[in-house]
């Protein structure tokens, strides 16, 4: 079975920093991208950052590219998402999301999802 569980979120004030991390389990490939996704109010979800495993490489797509980045450790598969310089803005739900085949950017599709975690950003 497999399992994508998000830790780390919580509140924080305007301009500090979080690293969310996801740990994968039950799954096994050499193809699949990892998206991290936030909801935030009046919007629906969107990607933020993306780490891609196809051709043989990582391939990294941070949309947010100021301020967040994804990391990935390979021994642990677990994901990273770190945020820093955050602002009220930022606050929402935010999940990782793991689809099967690789492909450019940030893809969407996606075969299996967390349950997401909360980020609060206070002014």
């Known amino acids: 079975q497999v399992q994508l569980v998000e830790s780390g979120g919580g509140l924080v004030q305007a301009g500090g920093s979080l690293r969310l991390s996801c740990a994968v389990s039950?799954?096994?490939?050499?193809?699949?991208?990892i998206t991290w996704l936030r909801k935030v109010p009046g919007k629906d979800y969107a990607g933020v950052s993306c780490i891609g495993i196809w051709g043989g490489k990582s391939h990294y797509t941070d949309l947010l590219k100021d301020r967040f980045t994804i990391s990935a450790d390979n021994a642990k598969f677990t994901f990273y998402l770190q945020m820093t310089d955050l602002k009220p803005e930022d606050t929402g739900s935010y999940l990782c999301?793991?689809?099967?085949?690789?492909?450019?950017?940030?893809?969407?599709?996606?075969?299996?999802w967390g349950r997401g975690i909360q980020v609060t950003v206070s002014p």
């Open positions: 039950g799954f096994t490939s050499n193809e699949y991208i």
């Open positions: 999301a793991l689809r099967r085949q690789g492909g450019i950017g940030c893809p969407p599709g996606y075969d299996y």
